[in-house]
């Protein structure tokens, strides 16, 4: 599986010459992504990269019907979608019974059972993994965002609730809620999630009992982190680190039936313009191009664009960290406000936040890191996702960042100056931009304000943020399912993955974003999220910049690249689905 694949070294690297590479084949394809993925256990895949991997090789009890029905199900791994119009929803929607197609194999040949799915219901639920997405299932089944205690163990008694939850009852999956949840089907619909129980036990994994979780303490590593056994259209066959390559292979046994494509080639060029030439020159059939590239990609001859023009996406957006940690902390210099560094509290100064939010050129990012592509965000739900919400109040106003940092901290941070160190992944060029849009207005305020970057390594650049090191950073946030529920949560409640690493807590907020998930009225709960943008830009924990009209880039050789299906929600958020694609020659 080596051909078609470039030098290691990017920077200086040619790509191999047709006869090196040798030719494409029609069942073949080759993607290209930026980075690489954090993990492949379904439980711990939270980053787009890695979704993207667990979501062609592991799937859902049910899916979307489309991706223009976003309200509406279909059943999967599930027979059946419960409603209380079949019974096997209950009258007070608190619990959903599913039936477990038959006839499904895992990718090692053996048949899935309702066991399993029970099994990785509950080890999504008590592995909660440090930066994973456990509480998508724990709030609404057990009304926590966690369950692992001070010594990073989960409680017997908590992981007894948790049993008590998921049952199986005459060969049907039976999931009790703790409340009426208006997203649950959604979240489920999300989550490629399906893992053979016995070929996880046999190869170390938590055995499924409450005995078994006292030998899984929080950050121990499992064998499902690199290798995989889903029920999904694709297989993992080989990773090859010398050329930075995952191969994922054809599931002759899948349960609706086998791809189109026989390989899949998932391969992992961070320089971007490498990427577009790669592209160009049919070395790659599909993959991911950033903003400033989608006009060089709409001219080039044999590549078609595929444009999802509603804004759903958050975009890039700055993260404060109220409280960085100071131990063997390098970002923060000297720790004081002295000139040399930053306190670890810098950013608990609202005048601060409020003053950087003012002196970022929004305009030049949109120009340099879009491609003048994006609609200005007001706060963490999208213009096409939520209406009515006033734009934002922040603009670039040198003046008013100048006045705000002038009173910030009883004006020692005009006094005495700062390094402010801005993390962000070294291979996102609009981050890269975005970096460089604030580091020019703040050093243009005053010489002694003194800016930073720091290009990470994906998984260097996520250890920074969970371990509170980074003072300020770039990230976005991808919906975890289609719903303004999943960026209230996600951005703005204390337990979720940002404002929990932020260390920024509102009770308002809280409030709000738990009370929006136990409506079932749609304009109820619309005007929780308009609220929520209001506190959001009050507070200015987070400087939200423009939403990107998404799409994906493809030969025009393919077929399938626009396909509408939802499985896993990948399609929402312009992640490929291989199983709609095929190639129709070869070149």
Known sequence: MRTILLSLVLSIGAPLTAQEAGPARADAFVHLTSRYWHSLDPANAYDGVSFILTGNIYEPLVTFKSLGELDSFAPFLASVVPSRENGLLSEDLKTYSFPIREGVRFHDGSAMSPEDVRYSLLRFMLMDMEGGAAALLLRPMLGLYGVRDAKGLVPPELARRAFQAVEIQEGRVVIHLNEPDSTFLKVLASMPLVVSKKWAVERGDWDGTVEGLKNWPAGRKSFLEENANGTGPFKVDKFERDIHALVLARHD???????????????????????????????????????????????????????????????????????????????????????????????????????????????????????????????????????????????????????????????????????????????????????????????????????????????????????????????????????????????????????????????????????????????????????????????????????????????????????????????????????????????
Not at 401 to 422: D, H, Q, S, T
Not at 520 to 540: C, H, N, Q, T, V
């Open 253 to 587: 046994g899948y349960w609706r039936a086998p791809a189109a494509l026989k390989t899949v080639i998932f391969k992992v060029v961070p320089n971007g313009g490498l990427r577009l030439f790669m592209l160009e020159s049919g070395d790659a059939d599909g993959g991911y191009l950033e903003n400033t590239y989608r006009g060089y990609a709409k001219s080039i001859k044999g590549l078609k664009l595929y444009e999802t023009w509603p804004y759903y996406h958050t975009g890039d957006i700055f993260f404060f960290n109220f409280k960085a940690e100071p131990k063997d902390n390098e970002f923060l210099g000297s720790g004081a406000l002295d000139g040399k560094g930053l306190p670890p509290d810098f950013f608990g100064s609202r005048e601060v936040r409020q003053g950087l939010a003012y002196a970022f050129d929004y305009e030049k990012y949109l120009k340099y890191g879009l491609g003048l592509q994006g609609r200005r965000m007001a706060g963490p739900f999208p213009p096409d996702m939520l209406a009515g919400v006033p734009e934002s109040s922040y603009r670039y106003d040198p003046e008013k960042a100048k006045a705000l940092l002038e009173k910030a901290c009883g004006g020692e941070v005009w006094r005495n100056g700062f390094v402010l160190p801005v993390g962000y992944s070294a291979d996102n060029a609009p981050r890269q931009a975005a970096a460089e849009a604030l580091k020019a207005g703040l050093e243009k305020l005053n010489p002694k304000f003194k800016v930073h970057l720091h290009p990470m390594r994906n998984k260097e650049f996520y250890q920074g943020v969970e371990n509170r090191k980074l003072p300020l950073y770039i990230a976005s946030f991808y919906p975890d399912y289609p719903d303004p529920q999943s960026l209230a949560f996600g951005l703005l409640h204390s337990r979720g993955y940002f404002p929990k690493y932020q260390g920024w807590a509102s009770a308002e907020a809280d409030a709000l974003v738990e009370k929006a998930s136990r409506l079932s009225d749609p304009i109820g709960r619309m005007a929780i999220y308009r609220k929520l943008s209001e506190l959001a830009a009050e507070s200015a924990a987070q400087i939200y910049t423009f939403s990107p009209p998404l799409f994906r880039v493809c030969r025009e050789d393919v077929a399938g690249c626009d396909g509408k299906d939802n499985v896993n929600n990948l399609n929402f958020n312009s992640f490929p689905y291989f199983y709609s694609y095929s190639r129709t020659t070869s070149r």
